[in-house]
């Protein structure tokens, strides 16, 4: 007969069960702990998901041919769901038309053409203290003011800076905001989002209005994006919703000296024939915000089409001389 004897009441053969499982765990952890377990595992894995179809092959015909019908039924969703975002466009047409007059109004103070009355600047909080913080701010600025009037000053007109202190304050725009794109985009008086009209291929433009300024001639720059919203007839599957298909800048008409996209640099080059050296002078792309309205086309893959360009211009420019440019001397424009 089996000896079960046990240990304050606990089965020996329970608390050998027990001591095994703790082992398995402790030696589960030592393995998964190892770098090269992890990127076997990860490799397997990796390698299932890249061949669905294996697993599709090994079932029965009857099953495979359930599942190409469940195909057809997830390709007609798709294309429900293109219907429905084609909808959420015209939705979003709609209701910028009611928000337009709102922005209209909200661009007249911002750059002082229009002064709110006293009911349009009344702002209630439902702190206390910051009401009275707001009391105390309001009579600062009303004594403010009528010492700048007795001193004969200027009041400043609307809120200035205001688009510039967004893009100052706001991550993915300051990201994109060099130095020397600060003083241009203190001009900045508006940003407006246009829609595609009625039956036109989906799409949106971004207006960006500058009031006169020293950098450039033009008073709107635009950036206009074309979008679909259909399955790809290749991979139905792969349909998330619209994507951008392709993106159209505009010319930015820099004033002579204030092109802030590019910066001139000066380089040695020497003659891998006769060994003299030349000092030549070329504008190369400078990071700037202002590149954003570049009117070169988007293929689509998000790539930068520019920096081609630039590879194939480097080309002609080193001819039959010797690659042994030295940088002598950069600049940017002035601002």
Request: charged share 35%; with cysteine; net charge negative.
């Amino acid at each position: 007969m089996a000896d079960n004897s046990s240990s304050d009441g606990v089965p020996s053969d329970s608390l050998e069960a027990a001591k095994n499982a703790s082992n398995t765990e402790k030696l589960s952890d030592q393995v998964m702990q190892n770098p090269q377990v992890l990127a076997a595992l990860q490799e397997r894995l990796d390698n299932v998901s890249h061949t669905p179809s294996s697993y599709i092959e090994t079932l029965p015909k009857a099953v495979k041919r359930r599942i190409n019908a469940l195909k057809q039924l997830q390709v007609k969703c798709a294309h429900i769901e293109a219907k429905f975002y084609e909808e959420v466009h015209d939705l979003e047409r709609k209701y910028a038309a009611l928000y337009q007059p709102l922005f209209d109004k909200r661009r007249e103070f911002i750059t002082g053409d229009v002064e709110p009355t006293d009911a349009e600047s009344e702002w209630h909080s439902d702190n206390e203290e910051e009401d009275k913080l707001a009391g105390d701010v309001k009579n600062k600025v009303v004594i403010a003011e009528k010492a700048a009037a007795a001193a004969g000053e200027p009041s400043p007109r609307g809120i200035p800076e205001f688009w510039f202190t967004i893009f100052r304050n706001v991550d993915m725009l300051s990201e994109l905001v060099q130095e020397y794109d600060e003083p241009i985009l203190k001009h900045l008086q508006d940003i407006k989002v246009k829609f595609s009209d009625p039956g036109q291929p989906m799409s949106f433009v971004l207006e960006f209005h500058f009031e006169p300024n020293d950098y450039f001639t033009n008073s709107v720059l635009t950036k206009t994006y074309k979008m679909k919203s259909e399955p790809d007839k290749a991979d139905p599957f792969s349909f998330e919703g619209p994507e951008i298909v392709d993106c159209d800048g505009c010319t930015v008409d820099w004033k002579k000296g204030k092109n802030v996209t590019v910066k001139t640099i000066k380089k040695k080059q020497k003659h891998k024939g006769r060994g003299t050296v030349r000092t030549i002078t070329k504008q190369v792309p400078n990071d700037s915000f202002f590149n954003f309205f570049s009117p070169l086309k988007a293929s689509g893959d998000g790539e930068s089409l520019f920096e081609e360009g630039e590879e194939g211009e480097e080309e002609d420019l080193e001819g039959d001389e010797e690659g042994e440019d030295e940088e002598d001397a950069e600049s940017n424009p002035k601002v």
